[in-house]
């Protein structure tokens, strides 16, 4: 007989329900384009489509497994019924706001850490030892081709990106947790031919969301040289200063202000930028959530108008 691991629940069975907002979605879309706007990109992340082209692109992501079965139902035109589950939605608001403050402590603690790490006294002696900072007179070297600005901005930024990759690598984990989480305590539940409709739903897109988080962790560092490389190419020619400090100041002047140079402007910018990723990532994870585990406000009543 098969060894039955712990059984892990959301929510104990007595707990009184409590009420929790929903995330809305504006705010979400609005971090993100802030942090695309402040790092120089101006492609946005989120593209609006037709719903026409959103439905086919969803049928076109979902599992052919679940496909069929979601067919199947949809082809008995039940209406769903209308309680939902506030004790599973209750826990995993929970588990969500925790996440979020976790994510916002990671980078808190990177952000700390930008004026030592980025300043000229540390970063500026790295590219004069690399070779992109010779002094007598102190000169950036190099032609400022998108080639020469990538090798740069790797030089500078490689760490960093590790870093923000294993927050980001950290926070899909975590969601693809929670999913899997909830999606069998829900499916455990008894549930009709209608609300099956939503479970059915909720599992055959959950693959090709997982998917797409993977593809917002590798948008961050291309994103990071597309703005880099774009507005420093061709600055770094004939660059000079009459000191070190003088030359970092002016090498990355596009995210300088009267706080601090532009190498930990930018940097600062990537941050927010994972950041804003990361609690994207949460946000899609937990709306679906929110979508699946609420009641669903709908009339009974099908008396014909008078």
């Known amino acids: 007989m098969p060894r039955r691991g712990r059984q892990v629940y959301l929510s104990a069975p007595n707990r009184p329900p409590t009420l929790q907002e929903c995330l809305p979605i504006d705010p979400i879309v609005g971090h993100l384009r802030e942090a695309l706007a402040a790092l120089g990109g101006e492609r946005p992340l989120l593209a609006a489509l037709p719903d026409a082209e959103v439905f086919e692109g969803l049928s076109r992501r979902m599992d052919p497994g679940h496909s069929v079965v979601l067919r199947g139902v949809l082809d008995m035109a039940v209406v769903p019924e209308s309680f939902g589950h506030q004790d599973l939605l209750s826990a995993l608001s929970v588990r969500y706001d925790a996440l979020r403050r976790e994510i916002a402590d990671k980078?808190?603690?990177?952000?700390?850490?930008?004026?030592?790490?980025?300043?000229?006294?540390?970063?500026?002696?790295?590219?004069?030892?690399?070779?992109?900072?010779?002094?007598?007179?102190?000169?950036?070297?190099?032609?400022?081709?998108?080639?020469?600005?990538?090798?740069?901005?790797?030089?500078?930024?490689?760490?960093?990106?590790?870093?923000?990759?294993?927050?980001?690598?950290?926070?899909?984990?975590?969601?693809?947790?929670?999913?899997?989480l909830a999606a069998k305590q829900w499916l455990e539940r008894p549930m009709d031919n209608g609300t099956r409709l939503g479970a059915c739903l909720a599992e055959g897109l959950r693959g090709s969301e997982t998917e797409r988080m993977k593809a917002w962790r590798s948008v961050l560092s291309k994103l990071g040289e597309d703005a880099f490389c774009t507005s420093l190419s061709g600055t770094w020619d004939k660059l000079s200063a009459p000191s070190r400090l003088a030359l970092h100041l002016a090498a990355a002047r596009p995210w300088a202000s009267n706080k601090e140079d532009g190498f930990q402007g930018f940097a600062r910018r990537l941050i927010a930028l994972a950041g804003a990723l990361a609690q994207t990532m949460a946000w899609l994870s937990r709306s679906r959530w929110e979508l699946h585990l609420r009641p669903l406000p709908y009339s009974s009543d099908t008396r014909s108008p008078e």
């Open 107 to 180: 980078l808190e603690v990177m952000e700390r850490d930008i004026p030592l790490r980025w300043g000229e006294a540390v970063l500026g002696q790295r590219l004069q030892e690399a070779g992109w900072y010779t002094p007598d007179p102190w000169v950036a070297t190099g032609r400022g081709s998108r080639k020469d600005m990538r090798s740069v901005y790797l030089l500078c930024f490689r760490e960093l990106l590790a870093d923000c990759e294993r927050v980001l690598v950290q926070c899909q984990s975590r969601c693809d947790h929670l999913d899997e």
